[in-house]
């Protein structure tokens, strides 16, 4: 290339080829597709009143979960558009929301008497369409951050992945389709086509869904085994990936065993929003490097609460049971040790989780321990001042840091300027 020539590009039909594989992923198509799952949230609503299956708080089960969802994936769209792991959250949420609405729909038509409404067959067609949604949510986890694959193996797992869910689907919405083109219809609740399945079907549709979860363990793991070897961001994503997860995992079992359509399964319910919240930092990166904080406080006032529970209930049986002490007075006596104990319960715990979870807190704190000791010892004014700047450098990192000594009889004047990095 001679000198005062341009840097040679890529050819025009190339750079016509990458903008028209990403003209659909915009920031633009990203708010129409939030619109869309905003209107179908707020349909499942009055769908869900229409066939008396609103809850006590007056919305579907998982309705704000589901916005929270959509809202990350609209979010992370548009910062960053090529990230594939936006798309499958609106992606989801799509499905997930169509799904429901037919559902409720075809339950109004068939199971309520309203056989002269439009499109009952279909959308009782359309129910199957939650199978795809759910498999499109484990693909967030193995593509989490920035959608990249980490080796071309995991193409192939996911080509088997696709054809398995292909099958799932397939072989549910097959005897659908029959039975609404067969004038069969029989409905649950939820909307579902109720089909006499054959045996060998469904010990093979069984064997599917077992090779399935299998896949979804291994995307739990591959995340597992990159948070080992990162470091920096990396591993601070990560760790924000975990920790939404595993609120998620905790709160999912409890509202599951209250059953979801219960007062305690939806408040339980509410913990779900943890996992897409979690995405949403982790990829945006916002306040990325509190994580370990969150984690440490997380821990340590869990531990704290069940610590004093226990303390709590064993006093009030003691005095109770053993001592032989009225209940009002027992009640009032440990409730006055449970609270007496917090403080210096929770220093402890707090220290003790701080060195294990919040390492760079615990070796702050440690810092300054040490300097306080040495200060007590210490009479020269200039080593103190040297010894202060640079505990504070260690501890803080702050890009600037001035020692100010007060003179008698002068005003303050800066005595050490330690700049950082």
């Known amino acids: 290339m001679g000198e005062g020539q341009p840097a040679a590009g890529p050819p025009p039909e190339a750079a016509q080829v990458v903008t028209g594989r990403f003209r659909l992923a915009s920031p633009r198509t990203a708010t ?9 949230t707020a349909l499942n609503v009055v769908l869900a009143e229409l066939v008396h299956q609103l809850t006590f708080l007056g919305i579907g089960p998982g309705i704000p979960v589901f916005l929270i969802y959509a809202g990350v994936g609209v979010v992370i769209a548009r910062h960053q558009p090529r990230n594939p792991v936006a798309w499958v959250l609106i992606g989801f949420v799509l499905l997930a929301m169509l799904s429901a609405d037919a ?32 498999a499109l949510f484990p693909l967030v986890i193995l593509l989490f951050p920035d959608g990249r694959l980490t080796s071309p193996r995991w193409r192939w797992v996911l080509v088997a992945y696709t054809g398995l869910v292909i099958w799932v689907t397939a072989a549910t919405l097959v005897p659908t389709i029959a039975a609404v083109a067969g004038r069969r219809v029989r409905l649950d609740s939820t909307g579902d086509v109720i089909t006499g399945g054959h045996p060998a079907s469904d010990a093979a549709q069984g064997v599917v869904v077992i090779a399935v979860a299998a896949i979804w363990l291994a995307f739990v793991a591959h995340q597992v085994l990159s948070w080992r070897r990162a470091s920096g961001e990396r591993r601070q994503q990560l760790k924000w990936l975990a920790c939404g997860g595993g609120v ?35 990829i945006l990166k916002y306040r990325l490097y509190e994580i370990d904080r969150i984690i440490s406080r997380t821990l340590a006032y869990a531990l704290v609460t069940g ?22 007075v027992a009640v009032a006596v440990s409730t006055l040790a449970a609270a007496a104990l917090f403080a210096p319960l929770r220093r402890r715990v707090q220290r003790a989780v701080d060195r294990r979870f919040n390492r760079a807190r615990y070796d702050a704190d440690r810092m300054v321990a040490d300097f306080a000791a ?32 007060s003179q008698e009889g002068a005003p303050h004047s800066p005595r050490a300027d330690d700049r950082g990095p």
Do not use: M, N
Not at 32 to 40: I, K, M, S, T
Not at 105 to 131: N, T
Not at 272 to 281: D, E, K, Q, R, T
Not at 312 to 327: F, H, I
């Open 32 to 40: 129409v597709l939030g619109a869309l799952a905003v209107v179908l």
């Open 103 to 134: 559902g409720y729909y075809a339950v109004y038509c068939y199971r309520l008497g309203h056989h002269a409404l439009p499109l009952a067959g279909v959308a009782a067609a359309l129910v199957p369409l939650f199978l795809p949604g759910i």
């Open 248 to 282: 998620t995992l905790v709160t999912f079992i409890g509202a599951t065993a209250a059953g979801f359509t219960s007062v305690l399964g939806e408040l339980l319910s509410a913990g779900l929003v943890a996992l897409p919240l979690s995405i949403g930092v982790g």
């Open 307 to 328: 610590l004093l529970i226990g303390v709590y209930a064993g006093l009030v049986l003691l005095a109770t049971q053993v001592l032989s002490v009225s209940s009002p």
């Open 374 to 405: 040495r200060l007590k010892d210490s009479v020269d004014l200039d080593t103190v001042r040297i010894d202060l700047a640079s505990v504070v450098r260690q501890a803080l990192e702050p890009a600037h840091a001035s020692v100010w000594v």
